[in-house]
């Protein structure tokens, strides 16, 4: 069955640092598609980034970063010169191609981050 | 604009009470889906819906129910036998049941227990 952990529940840093959120996946299909999710204190989730499991290449968007490697099952995101904007919770999930289950998302359990002026 | 409208913002269930949560989209698309969401947790997906007149049970289904009677509407009821039903819930949808694509997600509506 796939997992998604995301082991940091919380941090907080100082605006204007950089900080990594860690993501690490469980999966037994060989296609699959990894994806963050920002939730600020509204509540809606907001779509960030997806990545195919058969593309290692690395993503930058801006102050945002994503760093994918399959040989550490981890799919990491970083935020550079962070700004109190980018305080919320963020979600990685997984979807398998072929997995067996139900058509959805597993989820990991979110990161709170908090950016202090 | 497009997008996924969810209402109420927030509902109040009595003990032995049937709610129903509202979940709409003018987005065209075919797939829809409901997660629940518990403090301090990640979402947990409920029911989900491939195409209309169809739905399928998530990883906890048990005490709620659903319908696709529309393309663009997805309603979710919480029954008597959810004994446990304060939670965030969160209604997504994207364009077809091919599991590349990109869920897109409502507002949510917060249900509390009276």
């Known amino acids: 069955a796939q997992k998604v952990t995301q082991a940091q529940t919380e941090i907080s840093v100082v605006e204007k640092e950089d900080v990594t959120l860690d993501c690490v996946y469980e999966t037994r299909d060989t296609t699959y598609y990894l994806f963050w999710y920002k939730q600020p204190p509204s509540g809606e989730l907001v779509f960030l980034i997806r990545?195919?499991?058969?593309?290692?290449q690395n993503e930058i968007s801006g102050r945002y970063s994503w760093n994918f490697q399959k040989s550490t099952s981890s799919f990491n995101f970083t935020i550079t010169a962070s700004q109190v904007v980018d305080s919320a919770v963020y979600f990685c999930?997984?979807?398998?191609?072929?997995?067996?289950?139900?058509?959805?998302?597993?989820f990991g359990k979110g990161t709170h981050l908090i950016i202090q002026p | 604009d497009g997008g996924i409208t969810q209402s109420p913002k927030y509902l109040f269930r009595k003990e032995g009470q049937n709610v129903t949560l509202s979940c709409e989209q003018n987005?065209?698309?075919?797939?829809m889906y409901w997660y629940r969401q518990d403090p301090g947790q990640g979402l947990r997906l409920i029911y989900y819906s491939q195409i209309v007149n169809d739905f399928q049970k998530g990883d906890i289904a048990e005490g709620y129910s659903v319908s696709r009677e529309k393309k663009e509407s997805f309603p979710l009821t919480v029954t008597s036998a959810q004994k446990n039903p304060t939670a965030f819930y969160l209604c997504?949808?994207?364009?077809?049941?091919?599991?590349?694509?990109?869920?897109?997600f409502g507002p949510g509506t917060r249900l509390l227990v009276l």
């Open positions: 997504a949808s994207k364009r077809s049941g091919d599991r590349a694509e990109t869920q897109y």
């Open positions: 999930a997984l979807s398998e191609a072929l997995g067996g289950g139900a058509d959805g998302l597993t």
């Open positions: 987005l065209n698309h075919d797939a």
């Open positions: 990545r195919n499991s058969f593309d290692e």
